[in-house]
């Protein structure tokens, strides 16, 4: 059963950074494409940035050039690495792998972005 543990969440002031962590619990993270979402209060839950298997990569019009994902088979880790974070950023960010035909989320972790 795969099972995604996120990480590195937390409150940080505006223009701060963090780094959040995903790590998947099998070895067909390999083969995965990995993204990250968000879910701010009230609204839906959103794309941040996705890496496909191969390394390909895409994000929302309003993280590019802050946000940078990655991901190191070696540790069936993603991650994702926020610059200059704004308030609007504030949301819960969840990591969803995608594999053979199934869909699996984690349980998010909060990040806070005080003004």
Avoid: H
Wanted: with cysteine; proline share 2%; aromatic share 8%.
């Amino acid at each position: 059963q795969v099972q995604l543990v996120e990480s590195g969440g937390g409150l940080v002031q505006a223009g701060g950074s963090l780094r959040l962590s995903c790590a998947a619990s099998r070895s067909i993270f390999r083969i995965s494409d990995m993204g990250w979402y968000r879910q701010a209060p009230g609204k839906e839950r959103e794309l941040v940035a996705a890496v496909t298997s191969s390394g390909s990569t895409n994000y929302a019009d309003s993280v590019k050039g802050r946000f940078t994902i990655s991901r190191d088979n070696a540790k069936n880790t993603v991650y994702l690495q926020m610059n200059s974070l704004k308030p609007d950023d504030t949301a819960v960010y969840y990591c969803n792998q995608a594999v053979l035909g199934s869909t699996y989320w984690g349980k998010g972790t909060l990040v806070t972005v005080s003004s």
